[in-house]
């Protein structure tokens, strides 16, 4: 009751303080960040070992095995792990349990795996180890085609241009180009020609690891300068490397253009991407999970001309995926439905009651809570989802039956012929306690959602936080 004396002694006050609300919420629904559903916080972490030519059999027995017991003793707050081996891969997923401190978990796993090198296979190199959550997912991609360029030209040029300048767009994460060939420097060894000359393909190999090399020399000092020296022994050209002597055999020195043909080729293509049955290569584009599709995808849209000026024009870039529109029109749906009830409600109390006042104090008070909400919402780090957007839809309604009787009860005290603050004061007073008492069990209703655990938890508690606040 004190809230409503004080608004009736100070009503510009309270004016002041719903314009307040108003302007901020404004500006927070134009900085909040939007997505289609909540950010889902299930903290990840990958090891992938690499170790070329070895079977998935032994990258379970060598490197699994050794890693998952290291890990278990040293790394904290681990929930689960699963792992996967492929033929020359091993990949290790660690699940951690919710509000661990992901980044001193990281910590762990890179020094224990950096300590388990030196009991594994020589040669085996530190593992990729990657950080994600489920919020990780494509919000874009694109498709890059052309009628003169080939394939090993589409991924070097997705992969060494196009990836590096989307890979600044804030909160977009950018992974290597599927399709294409990615490509190499490839020796073609005669074996018959080899074997002629008394010589093995380590004596190729080692020819070029040790002739294709950059040394420093120092430096010399020629007056009152001082210049820097180095030995450079790596061809510019790829022509020249069949130009490199391997050994000298019967006082005949052979090179490499005697036993082999060094050419300009790609890997293994492990994957084919087809667009209009023309071959292609395709980017992707993930957002990190406390930012903004809307304001990712607004970003790399506005920097694909820039990107594109520094291209071959023969290349054309399609957007073949654009999770956007699926957000913006999935969340206009929702505001429409909300719109539309706020406006009916409206309609049914002017056609009730008969009072354009009564009616404009109800469109205005639901607005009002919602926009608190909203404010409320955004300082917690919550997003704009239809989540969140479900739980303000389902709060109008309640809103309005609230709004409601407290008008209906002060239409009554009126008819009574008592004064208009009387009459204020009285019809609310007299629901005061059962409103508040209503309203209480309907945020009771809500609070078994914040003891769920995993995904449900994440979806769910924003719809809940969203209905109380704006209660």
């Given at each position: 009751?004190?809230?409503?004396?004080?608004?009736?002694?100070?009503?510009?006050?309270?004016?002041?303080?719903?314009?307040?609300?108003?302007?901020?919420?404004?500006?927070?629904?134009?900085?909040?960040a939007?997505?289609?559903f909540?950010?889902?916080?299930i903290?990840?972490?990958?090891?992938?070992?690499?170790?070329?030519?070895?079977?998935p059999?032994?990258?379970?027995?060598?490197?699994?095995?050794?890693?998952?017991?290291?890990m278990?003793?040293?790394?904290?707050?681990?929930?689960?792990?699963?792992?996967?081996?492929?033929?020359?891969?091993?990949?290790?997923?660690?699940?951690?349990?919710?509000?661990?401190?992901?980044?001193?978990?990281?910590?762990?796993i890179t020094?224990?795996?950096?300590?388990?090198?030196?009991?594994?296979?020589?040669?085996?190199?530190?593992?990729?180890?990657?950080?994600?959550?489920?919020?990780?997912?494509?919000?874009?991609?694109?498709?890059?085609?052309?009628?003169?360029?080939?394939?090993?030209?589409?991924?070097?040029?997705?992969?060494?241009?196009?990836?590096?300048?989307?890979?600044?767009?804030?909160?977009?994460?950018?992974?290597?180009?599927?399709?294409?060939?990615?490509?190499?420097?490839?020796?073609?060894?005669?074996?018959?020609?080899?074997?002629?000359?008394?010589l093995?393909?380590?004596?190729?190999?080692?020819?070029?690891?040790?002739?294709?090399?950059?040394?420093?020399?120092?430096?010399?000092?020629?007056?009152?300068?001082?210049?820097?020296?180095?030995?450079?022994?790596?061809?510019?050209?790829?022509?020249?490397?069949?130009?490199?002597?391997?050994?000298?055999?019967n006082?005949?020195?052979?090179?490499?253009?005697?036993?082999?043909?060094?050419?300009?080729?790609?890997?293994?293509?492990?994957?084919?991407?087809?667009?209009?049955?023309?071959?292609?290569a395709?980017?992707?584009?993930?957002?990190?999970?406390?930012?903004?599709?809307?304001?990712?995808?607004?970003?790399?849209?506005?920097?694909?001309?820039?990107?594109?000026?520094?291209?071959?024009?023969?290349?054309d870039?399609?957007?073949?995926?654009?999770?956007?529109?699926?957000?913006?029109?999935?969340?206009?749906g929702?505001?429409?439905?909300?719109?539309?009830?706020?406006?009916?409600t409206?309609?049914?109390?002017?056609?009730?009651?008969?009072?354009?006042?009564?009616?404009?104090?109800?469109a205005?008070?639901?607005?009002?809570?919602?926009?608190?909400?909203?404010?409320i919402?955004?300082?917690?780090?919550?997003?704009?989802?239809?989540?969140?957007?479900?739980?303000?839809?389902?709060?109008?309604?309640?809103?309005?039956?609230?709004?409601?009787v407290?008008?209906?009860?002060?239409?009554?005290?009126?008819?009574?012929?008592?004064?208009?603050?009387?009459?204020?004061?009285d019809?609310?007073?007299?629901?005061?306690?059962?409103?508040?008492?209503?309203?209480?069990?309907?945020?009771?209703?809500?609070?078994?959602?914040?003891?769920?655990?995993?995904?449900?938890?994440?979806?769910?508690?924003?719809l809940?936080?969203?209905?109380?606040?704006?209660?």
């Amino acid at each position: 009751m004190w809230i409503v004396r004080l608004a009736l002694r100070r009503p510009y006050t309270f004016t002041v303080m719903a314009i307040l609300i108003v302007l901020m919420g404004i500006v927070t629904i134009t900085r909040m960040a939007t997505d289609i559903f909540p950010k889902i916080d299930i903290p990840v972490v990958s090891v992938i070992w690499s170790f070329p030519g070895v079977a998935p059999e032994e990258m379970e027995k060598r490197f699994v095995t050794v890693t998952e017991r290291a890990m278990t003793t040293t790394v904290n707050d681990i929930e689960h792990i699963e792992s996967q081996s492929y033929n020359g891969v091993s990949v290790i997923k660690v699940f951690f349990h919710e509000g661990a401190k992901v980044e001193a978990g990281v910590a762990q796993i890179t020094s224990i795996t950096q300590t388990l090198l030196r009991i594994l296979p020589p040669g085996t190199t530190p593992p990729l180890i990657l950080q994600y959550s489920a919020s990780n997912v494509p919000i874009l991609q694109l498709g890059l085609t052309s009628k003169t360029l080939s394939e090993q030209q589409l991924y070097d040029l997705g992969l060494n241009f196009i990836r590096t300048q989307l890979a600044t767009v804030q909160g977009a994460q950018v992974p290597l180009p599927y399709g294409g060939k990615s490509r190499q420097v490839m020796v073609d060894i005669d074996p018959q020609k080899l074997f002629g000359k008394g010589l093995s393909p380590a004596d190729v190999s080692t020819a070029l690891n040790a002739q294709n090399v950059i040394l420093p020399a120092g430096t010399q000092k020629i007056g009152d300068r001082e210049y820097n020296v180095r030995l450079n022994s790596s061809p510019e050209l790829l022509q020249t490397l069949n130009d490199l002597p391997i050994k000298q055999v019967n006082n005949a020195m052979v090179y490499i253009r005697d036993v082999a043909n060094v050419r300009d080729g790609f890997a293994v293509q492990t994957n084919i991407v087809a667009q209009n049955r023309v071959r292609s290569a395709l980017l992707t584009v993930l957002k990190s999970a406390s930012a903004s599709t809307l304001d990712i995808i607004s970003q790399v849209k506005a920097a694909l001309p820039r990107i594109k000026a520094t291209l071959p024009p023969e290349l054309d870039i399609t957007q073949l995926f654009d999770q956007s529109i699926f957000v913006r029109a999935a969340i206009n749906g929702v505001l429409k439905e909300g719109v539309i009830a706020a406006c009916l409600t409206a309609l049914m109390i002017l056609l009730f009651l008969g009072s354009w006042r009564s009616t404009l104090v109800v469109a205005t008070s639901i607005p009002l809570s919602i926009l608190c909400s909203i404010i409320i919402l955004s300082a917690l780090g919550q997003t704009m989802n239809l989540m969140t957007l479900g739980g303000l839809a389902l709060a109008v309604g309640i809103l309005v039956d609230d709004a409601t009787v407290e008008i209906e009860n002060i239409h009554r005290n009126l008819a009574m012929k008592k004064p208009m603050v009387r009459a204020i004061l009285d019809g609310a007073s007299q629901i005061a306690v059962p409103a508040f008492v209503s309203t209480l069990c309907i945020c009771i209703v809500f609070v078994p959602i914040f003891f769920l655990s995993g995904t449900a938890r994440f979806l769910f508690q924003p719809l809940a936080l969203a209905v109380i606040f704006a209660m």
